[in-house]
C-alpha cells in the first residue's frame, strides 16, 4: 500500500512538475484513505465471524398467545334451531246469504272476540221473505185445523152410518195433509229467520282482523270464493321447527318425564326470551332434511309475537353435571379431530384431542384430555407448533359463563 504512486500521465503533468508539494500532500492522504477502508473491512470480518457468523444459532422467538382458563360447572345441553311463527287457526270469513253489503263494524287490524258484529247486509229483502213465511204459515196453520175438524166429524159420523167410510177416509187424508204443509212452513219460517240473522256477519273466533276484501255497496255472494275478511287467532300462537332425527330419543324420552318446553326469543333482535311448552311433535321424519317437525304453543298475552316471524329457538334435551367448559375459540378443527392448546407450566404448548359435547357458538364443553385449571389457548393458535415455547399475552378472567 505504501508504493501505491500517482499515474505516470498525473506526474509528468506541468502542475506536478511546476509545484512538487502538491504531488507530496496527495500522495500521503491516498494513503490515510485507503488505510481506514482497510480498517473498516477488518472490523466487520471479525463481528461476522465472531458475533453472528453461520456458527452462531439466534435465540428460538416465544409467540405471544392469549389463554383462559379451564372451569368444571354443571351444563344444560341445548338443540338450537330457527323457527316460524304460525296462527294457531286462520279462518276466512263469508257471507252465509246473498245480499248487498251494507257496512262493516270493525277497523282493519282490530282484535275481535267470538260473536262480535263484523259486517252488515241490507236486511229488507230478508225480513219481508221472514214475512211472507209467516203469512203463508199463518193461512195454511188455518186450513189445517179446519181440515182436522172435519176429519174429527166425518169420523164421527160414520160412526153413526150417515157418511161412508171413503168419505171418511178422504177427509182423514186432507187433514194429515194440510198438517204436513204447516209443517214445511215452519221449516221455511224457519229458514226465513235463519237468513235474517245472517245478514249480520259475526266472528266465528277470537282473533285479529286482516284487510276488508270487499267493501260496503257491493253485492256479496253466498258462500263465495272471496273472502270478506281473513281473521288470525294468534292468543294462543305456535312457533313450528324442526330438529334433527338424532334427537327423536331424546325427545320422546323428555315428553315421557313431564314434557319439553322450547324457548323462543325474535330472530336477531337479543329480545325477551319466551317459555312456550312443545305440544306437538311430527310422526314422521323429512327424508329431504333429516329432521322432524315440532310446534310449540305460547300464550301469546301480550302480543309478543306476529304470525310469520322467525324466532330463534333452543330446546334443552340433556344435562351434564359435571362438564369442562373453555371458550369457543379454543377448540380448533384439525383433519380428523378436534384438539386445543394447553399452556404447560413450563409455558409450552401441548396439543390435546377432545371431544365437544356441546358448542353454542360462544363456550363448549368438552370431554378429554384437558381438566379444570387448564390454560387454554384461545388466540395466537395458527402460530404454535406442539412443544413450543409460548409467551403468554393476557389471561382472560377465570371462570367462563357455562352455556344457557
Not at 245480499?99 to 229488507?124: C, I, M, N, T
Not at 306476529?306 to 383433519?335: M, S
Amino acid at each position: 500500500m505504501g508504493n501505491m504512486s500517482l499515474p505516470e500521465d498525473l506526474r509528468s503533468s506541468s502542475a506536478f512538475q511546476r509545484f512538487p508539494g502538491i504531488q507530496r500532500r496527495t500522495g500521503s492522504r491516498t494513503r490515510l484513505i485507503l488505510g481506514a477502508i482497510c480498517a473498516l473491512l477488518a472490523v466487520a470480518l471479525v463481528w461476522w465471524i465472531f458475533g453472528s457468523g453461520p456458527g452462531k444459532s439466534k435465540p428460538t422467538p416465544k409467540p405471544p398467545v392469549i389463554v383462559a382458563t379451564a372451569v368444571e360447572k354443571p351444563v344444560t345441553v341445548f338443540e338450537r334451531t330457527i323457527g316460524t311463527v304460525v296462527a294457531n287457526a286462520t279462518v276466512q270469513v263469508t257471507s252465509r246469504v246473498e245480499g248487498q253489503l251494507v257496512s262493516a263494524a270493525f277497523k282493519e287490524g282490530d282484535f275481535v272476540r267470538k260473536g262480535d258484529l263484523l259486517f252488515r247486509l241490507d236486511p229488507r229483502p230478508f225480513q219481508a221473505a221472514l214475512e211472507q213465511t209467516v203469512a203463508t204459515q199463518n193461512k195454511d196453520q188455518a186450513q189445517a185445523s179446519a181440515a182436522a175438524h172435519d176429519a174429527q166429524r166425518y169420523a164421527a159420523l160414520v160412526a153413526q152410518g150417515a157418511v161412508s167410510r171413503s168419505q171418511a177416509d178422504q177427509f182423514a187424508a186432507n187433514a194429515k195433509a194440510m198438517a204436513a204443509t204447516v209443517a214445511a212452513d215452519k221449516a221455511n219460517v224457519d229458514a226465513a229467520r235463519l237468513n235474517l240473522i245472517y245478514t249480520q256477519i259475526r266472528s266465528p273466533v277470537d282473533g285479529k282482523t286482516g284487510a276488508i276484501a270487499i267493501q260496503p255497496g257491493n253485492i256479496v255472494p253466498a258462500n263465495g270464493s272471496t273472502p270478506l275478511v281473513t281473521i288470525t287467532q294468534i292468543q294462543p300462537i305456535k312457533v313450528s321447527f324442526s330438529l334433527p332425527q338424532s334427537d327423536v330419543p331424546r325427545i320422546q324420552a323428555q315428553m315421557r318425564s313431564g314434557g319439553l318446553t322450547a324457548t323462543v326469543q325474535v330472530h336477531a333482535t337479543g329480545g325477551k326470551e319466551l317459555h312456550a311448552p312443545v305440544t306437538f311433535i311430527g310422526n314422521e321424519v323429512d327424508d329431504k332434511t333429516g329432521t322432524i317437525e315440532m310446534r310449540a304453543t305460547y300464550d301469546n298475552a301480550d302480543n309478543a309475537l306476529v304470525p310469520g316471524q322467525l324466532v330463534d329457538v333452543k330446546v334443552a334435551l340433556k344435562d351434564i353435571p359435571k362438564a369442562v367448559v373453555v371458550p369457543h375459540d379454543a377448540i380448533n378443527v384439525g383433519p380428523e379431530n378436534r384438539f386445543v392448546y394447553v399452556v404447560t407450566k413450563e409455558n409450552k404448548a401441548d396439543m390435546r384431542t377432545v371431544d365437544v359435547l356441546y358448542d353454542d357458538g360462544i363456550h363448549a364443553a368438552i370431554s378429554g384430555k384437558v381438566n379444570a385449571g387448564d390454560r387454554v389457548v384461545t388466540e395466537g393458535q395458527l402460530r404454535l407448533v406442539p412443544g413450543m415455547k409460548v409467551t403468554i399475552a393476557k389471561q382472560r378472567a377465570k371462570g367462563a359463563t357455562p352455556p344457557t
